[in-house]
């Protein structure tokens, strides 16, 4: 049986008709096909407040895609909104922590792409640069203006982590992005960093433990035919079938 996948749904406003102003939980199609392609069964996971609810989410499925999205509120992290933070959404603020943290406990594999890196990385216990103005060798361009498939810049993986295993010591990658990982959290290490010094990528500690958060979008690139990025998702979902083989 193929493993089931939960990713994480963002929300969005209506802002027409009669329902203007209504909450709607979604999912870029992207992910979908990324773990269809890959060889999962992907199932949306509609944010909710209540803890028992979400639970049950985290239990049902074999892994999990935490997806981007929105700023995560620095109050989280114990510092102050500086000028150039960006919006927030704090009901996915809570429900993204809390799924990361419960799917730690379970060693349910975990897959962070852009504002997933982020929402792992501060979950666990590490923070964020606010904005990349705030790492004195930034220089990269991080926010790309080219087709959302398309690399724009390159990164350096480190030798022996398993993206290392996965990509080799260096690929490109798309890039929609103004703030990333800082400290990194506790029980993970950097394992890919930008030409600049932007962290790229981070990973357990734990070898036998898939979580894996990544500052780009993969999914974007492959679910448009890009090999090489889906083969991370190919990773992802070999880790979800052993987890699943356990039960």
């Known amino acids: 049986m193929k493993p089931k996948i939960g990713i994480v ?12 102003g209504e909450e709607k939980i979604f999912v870029m199609r992207a992910y979908v096909d990324s773990i269809i392609k890959a060889g999962g069964i992907p199932l949306v996971m509609p944010l909710t407040l209540d803890f028992d609810v979400l ?3 985290v239990e049902s499925v074999d892994g999990i895609v935490i997806t981007g999205g929105q700023d995560i509120n620095p109050l989280i992290y114990n510092e102050e909104p500086i000028e150039k933070q960006g919006g927030i959404t704090p009901d996915r603020d809570w429900y993204d922590i809390e799924v990361i943290k419960y799917a730690f406990h379970l060693k349910k594999p975990l897959l962070g792409i852009c504002r997933g890196i982020q929402a792992i990385n501060v979950a666990l216990g590490g923070n964020l640069y606010q904005d990349l103005s ?4 930034h220089y990269i361009k991080h926010s790309q203006k080219a087709k959302p498939d398309h690399p724009t810049h390159s990164i350096d993986i480190a030798e022996g982590s398993r993206l290392y295993y996965i990509f080799g010591k260096n690929t490109v990658v798309n890039s929609f992005h103004h703030q990333a990982v800082k400290r990194v959290a506790k029980g993970f290490k950097a394992v890919a960093w930008s030409k600049d010094g932007v962290v790229e990528a981070i990973e357990a500690e734990d070898e036998d433990y898939f979580a894996i958060g990544v500052q780009w979008h993969p999914e974007l690139m492959a679910s448009k035919g890009n090999e ?4 991370l998702f190919k990773e992802f979902i070999k880790a979800c079938e052993k987890r699943g083989n356990k039960k």
């Not at 749904?9 to 203007?20: A, D, H, P, R």
């Not at 090489?228 to 083969?231: G, I, P, R, S, V």
């Open 55 to 57: 639970k049950e989410q």
């Open 134 to 137: 705030q790492i004195p060798t």
């Open 228 to 231: 090489n990025m889906l083969k």
């Open 9 to 20: 749904g963002n929300i969005t406003y209506e802002t027409e008709g009669v329902t203007i």
